[in-house]
């Protein structure tokens, strides 16, 4: 198939359309695996998830089985798990601490290096077999930028910290919340399918045109709860207070939002209660200390829905969340979701952290099984595609200056990276 | 007037408080099934991968206190639950009753269910788990203290959201 644009992006008349065939083509996905997912750094898990030498999680990253583990000086490593011999996978558990992978099959065994250092039978083979050749592949890159382990398939990629560009200083947002700079993944996961194509789910993680029609039985909620919720003040917002898109380079983007819905990390809302009143004072009083109130109300009063290109969201909202999706299918994608908190949070702060995540999100949150079947309902009219080719993405064209979150710049910056991967002619 | 004890409370007396109550989710009738619950009620969904997990350190996938269940009935018979409009069309199969426990008036109690959930254009989804529950038995009925759903799938996958009742 020969490259071409996808999208129709006409700063004259200021429009922006995006042919729909992307979001329901196997053949643009099967390219999607080689351009994008084998390009582009993609997160595999977090350092607090491996607190031990030993300590191991197996999981699929785009579709690829790994080992996330650490060995026994304590390194972090990203294997393959399949097998050199014949290719079985080789960590069946979930989780765990070991110093050895056996495969079951033929009973090849490997170091938590990767090293293969056993072979039943090894005197079968001819002199040449070097058992240091057959250690577990790994992809070319493995990199972490503060805790946040990514891996890279394609070894003439920049590093890791050059393509995250802008993107770290809001991921140092996030970090800034926890008194040491250190942020732990929380213990359970909730690892969900959506019916829709993995894009729909990056656009949805941004996407804050839509809160007011699709959330309104988290906004009604919300004032259930003793939250104020005011109808916008100033003319083109949608939301009750402003917040804009902002663009990070190397197709990351992120919303940055003058908080109403309440923060664990210091801004109290009568939805946690009064008796956790002293506390969010307490932890507010150490952010304005150790940061100054500038950069304390950065991390207090503002939430910021951050994409990393192509598939990494943190939601740093009602609470943080560590979101990632990959394709299985057009029409299908893998969602796991972690809650992340400071690792000195206390008991009651913590408690508070996971009940605020899910008055919003997850599975059994009060907004995300809504945007699950919004996704699911747009993949289902897509069927239409080839009748009606074009999905309209302008909103925001038409202003100078200051693109909002509820404009869709944010969108557009994504489809444009997109698209550019993709090989379209510039 | 003598004191209910549960020591007098049998497998087919829990079996016809579940059946009843599993019969009040599948109508979606979620006001007379809050009139089940104690003032204290909780409902929680753990985690696939921590089911034995506490709520304060584990993150969830419904953890509601009393309140919170009181604006979840709320929010899934909005309209504008947009995940449960149309309604899900449930049927719950409930099995293996045991009483695993009594101690004053509280009964602790083991289940296996299936639910089968239906939407229009969607594949059958099959929920296939544990509940436990605490009773609470006064005046010769049971209310629910506590409402725990285990769910065996590893990961809740196809299954893709709990919005409803589970």
């Given at each position: 198939m020969s490259a071409r644009s996808y999208i129709i992006d006409d700063r004259e008349k200021k429009t922006f359309l995006l042919d729909r065939e992307v979001l329901v083509s196997e053949d643009i996905l099967?390219?999607?695996?080689?351009q994008i997912f084998g390009h582009c750094w993609i997160y595999v898990g977090h350092a607090s998830e491996l607190k031990k030498p030993g300590d191991f999680r197996s999981r699929k990253v785009a579709g690829r089985p790994v080992i996330f583990c650490r060995d026994q000086g304590g390194a972090f490593h990203c294997l393959f798990n399949?097998?050199?011999?014949?290719?079985?996978?080789?960590?069946?558990?979930?989780?765990?601490?070991?110093?050895?992978f056996q495969c079951l099959y033929h009973g090849w065994t490997y170091g938590n290096d990767g090293r293969l250092v056993g072979v039943p039978g090894d005197d079968a083979y001819a002199e040449g077999f070097d058992k240091s050749s057959h250690g577990l592949r790994r992809p070319a890159r493995f990199e972490d930028y503060r805790g946040f382990w990514f891996?890279?398939?394609?070894?003439r990629a920049p590093p890791l910290?050059?393509?995250l560009a802008g993107a770290k200083d809001y991921i140092d947002l996030v970090l800034d919340q926890s008194p040491s700079g250190r942020m732990e993944i929380i213990a359970g996961v909730q690892e969900?399918?959506?019916?829709a194509n993995w894009k729909l789910m990056v656009e949805n993680s941004v996407d804050d045109y839509h809160l007011p029609s699709t959330h309104s039985t988290w906004l009604n909620f919300m004032a259930n709860s003793g939250v104020k919720i005011e109808p916008p003040k100033e003319e083109g917002l949608v939301l009750p207070t402003k917040g804009f898109a902002v663009e990070l380079g190397n197709g990351h983007f992120t919303t940055d939002n003058i908080n109403f819905r309440g923060r664990p990390v210091a801004k109290w809302i009568a939805l946690y209660g009064e008796a956790a009143k002293a506390e969010i004072d307490e932890i507010r009083s150490e952010l304005v200390a150790r940061l100054g109130p500038e950069r304390a109300r950065r991390v207090a009063d503002t939430n910021r829905n951050l994409v990393i290109f192509p598939n990494l969201v943190i939601n740093d909202g009602s609470s943080v969340t560590v979101r990632t999706f990959y394709p299985e299918g057009?029409?299908?994608?893998?969602?796991?979701?972690w809650a992340l908190g400071p690792a000195e949070e206390g008991e009651s702060a913590r408690a508070r952290r996971l009940d605020a995540f899910l008055t919003f999100y997850g599975p059994g949150g009060f907004a995300t099984p809504d945007d699950v079947e919004a996704l699911e309902l747009v993949q289902q009219g897509l069927a239409n595609w080839s009748d009606d080719r074009w999905s309209e993405m302008s909103r925001g064209m038409g202003?100078?200056?200051?693109?909002?979150?509820?404009?869709?710049?944010?969108?557009?910056?994504?489809?444009r990276r997109w698209n550019e991967l993709m090989g379209a002619p510039t | 007037m003598t004191v209910a004890t549960p020591n007098v409370v049998t497998r087919a007396q829990v079996e016809d408080f579940l059946y009843h109550e599993a019969a009040l989710l599948d109508d979606w009738k979620l006001k007379e099934w809050e009139a089940l619950l104690t003032e204290d009620a909780t409902y929680y969904v753990p985690p696939n991968d921590q089911p034995e997990g506490d709520h304060r350190h584990t993150l969830f996938l419904v953890a509601d206190d009393r309140e919170r269940i009181r604006q979840r009935i709320i929010r899934v018979l909005d309209p504008n639950c947009h995940a449960e409009s149309p309604r899900s069309r449930t049927r719950r199969m409930i099995t293996n009753v045991r009483i695993t426990g009594i101690e004053g008036d509280l009964v602790t109690v083991a289940a296996n269910f299936v639910c089968y959930r239906y939407r229009r254009y969607e594949r059958i989804r099959k929920y296939v788990g544990a509940y436990r529950y605490v009773l609470k038995y006064a005046g010769g009925c049971f209310r629910i203290k506590e409402r725990r759903v285990l769910i065996d799938a590893h990961e809740l996958g196809s299954l893709g959201s709990v919005s409803f009742i589970l």
């Open positions: 099967r390219r999607e695996m080689a399949t097998c050199r011999h014949r290719g079985a996978i080789v960590c069946t558990e979930r989780e765990g601490n070991r110093r050895r891996m890279c398939l394609d070894g910290a050059d393509y969900y399918d959506v019916a057009a029409g299908k994608m893998h969602v796991t979701a202003k100078e200056g200051e693109q909002l979150n509820s404009d869709e710049h944010h969108l557009r910056i994504f489809w | -």
